[in-house]
C-alpha cells in the first residue's frame, strides 16, 4: 500500500516521528546502533499511539513521544543533545496544536529535562509564543518543571564529535557525522485535530547564541487543522529560509496538493539551497507522509488501522 492512505479507510489516528535525518547508511550503524535507535523510534512510537488509542488529543500524543526520545540519548534532543562550542547543552523546542492554531517555543534553554514539555507551558501559561536563554530557564523552573544540571544531557559521543569538529575546521558547522539528530512527532487525533511538536540540541559546535529552525513556528514546526502537522530535521538555516513548515501547509490549502508532492517540492526547494533534511507530515484527513533528501531519515509511523513502521534508509517502505 503507498504511503498515502486512501481516503475509504480513514483512521481513527495517525502518528509519524522522526528522530534526524541524514548521512544513515547500512553499513555505517554499528547493529548496538542501529538496535538502540530503533528501540527508541519504538518507544516513542507506543508513547504516543497508547494516548491516541484512549481518545487523547494529537497535542498530548506528540509531546509524549517527543518527551521519549529526549530521554533517549540515541538523538540531538535533551539527554544526548550536541555540544556548543563552549561544551555546554542548549536546547530548542516547539510544540503547536492544530485546531487553535496556538504554539509555544523554547530556545537555548539549559536545564529542562524534557524542553517539549517547556514549550507546552510557554504555549498555554504564558501570553508569549517564544522564550528563549535564562529567561526560559526561569519560567520552567517557575512553572515546577523537572529541572537537571546541565551536565544530565551530555554524552561522551557528542564530546568525541565536538573534540572532532575542533580539530578540523574545515567541517564548518555542519554536523561532524553529518547526521541530524533532532526528533519530532506530528499526529491526529480521534477529534480530527492535528499537532506537531519538535525538539533538539541544535547543530555541533554552535555559538553566538545560534538557534535553527526547530523552535521558528513556521519554519521547523507547524500545525494547522485546514491543511495539516509538520516537523522537520536538517541544516535549520535552510529550513528557515524556505519557511519549511509553514510553506507545506500553504501549498495544502490553498494548491490542494497531497501530503506528499507538497512535501516533496517544498524539500527540493530546500535543497535548491544548499539545504539537507528531512519532514513528517500528516492531516485532519488522516493521511500520512514523509520526505527527505538525504540517504536517510530515522522515522516511524503508526495508525488507527494497525499499520506500524520503523525504517532508517531511503530505500526502506
Ligand atoms: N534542524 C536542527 C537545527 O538546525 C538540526 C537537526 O535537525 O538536527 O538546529
Redesign the pocket.
Known amino acids: 500500500m503507498p504511503l498515502s492512505a486512501h481516503a475509504q479507510d480513514k483512521p481513527r489516528w495517525t502518528l509519524v516521528i522522526h528522530g ?1 535525518a541524514g548521512i544513515i547508511e547500512k553499513d555505517k550503524l554499528t547493529p548496538e546502533q542501529e538496535a538502540g535507535v530503533r528501540a527508541g523510534l519504538e518507544a516513542a512510537l507506543t508513547a504516543g499511539s497508547t494516548v491516541l488509542d484512549q481518545g487523547g488529543a494529537a497535542l498530548d500524543a506528540v509531546e509524549a513521544a517527543v518527551r521519549v526520545l529526549e530521554d533517549d540519548p540515541h538523538f ?1 534532543a535533551g539527554r544526548g543533545a550536541v555540544f556548543t562550542w563552549d561544551g555546554r547543552n542548549e536546547l ?1 523546542a516547539a510544540i503547536m496544536d492544530g485546531a487553535t492554531r496556538k504554539a509555544g517555543a523554547v530556545a537555548g534553554t539549559t536545564m529542562t529535562r524534557h524542553p517539549v514539555a517547556l514549550a507546552r507551558k510557554v504555549m498555554e501559561e504564558s501570553p508569549h509564543v517564544m522564550l528563549s536563554g535564562p529567561g526560559a530557564d526561569q519560567f520552567s523552573r517557575e512553572q515546577g518543571l523537572e529541572q537537571v544540571d546541565n551536565g544530565w544531557f551530555a554524552t561522551p559521543e557528542r564530546r568525541r564529535q565536538l573534540e572532532k569538529m575542533k580539530a578540523n575546521d574545515k567541517l564548518g558547522w555542519f554536523d561532524v557525522d553529518l547526521k ?3 526528533v519530532g512527532a506530528v499526529a491526529m487525533d480521534a477529534n480530527g485535530h492535528v499537532a506537531a511538536a519538535t525538539s ?1 540540541g ?2 555541533t559546535g554552535k555559538r553566538w547564541g545560534r538557534i ?3 523552535p521558528l513556528i513556521g519554519a ?1 514546526t507547524y500545525a494547522d487543522d485546514r491543511s495539516c502537522a509538520v516537523s ?5 538555516e535552510f ?1 528557515i529560509r524556505t519557511g519549511v513548515a509553514h510553506e507545506i501547509c500553504a501549498r495544502v490549502r490553498f494548491k490542494g496538493e497531497s501530503l506528499k508532492t507538497a512535501a516533496d517540492v517544498v524539500m527540493a526547494e530546500t535543497k535548491a539551497l544548499g539545504g539537507t ?1 528531512g519532514v513528517i507530515v500528516t492531516d485532519p484527513g488522516g493521511e500520512m507522509a514523509w520526505s527527505f533528501n538525504t540517504p536517510g531519515m530515522y522515522r516511524g509511523r503508526a495508525s488507527s488501522n494497525g499499520e506500524r513502521i520503523v525504517a532508517f534508509y531511503g530505500d526502506d517502505k
Open positions: 534526524g540531538n530548542d541530524y539528530g533532532t533538539t541544535g547543530l535553527g529552525d526547530t521547523g522537520a530535521t536538517g541544516a535549520g529550513f533534511g
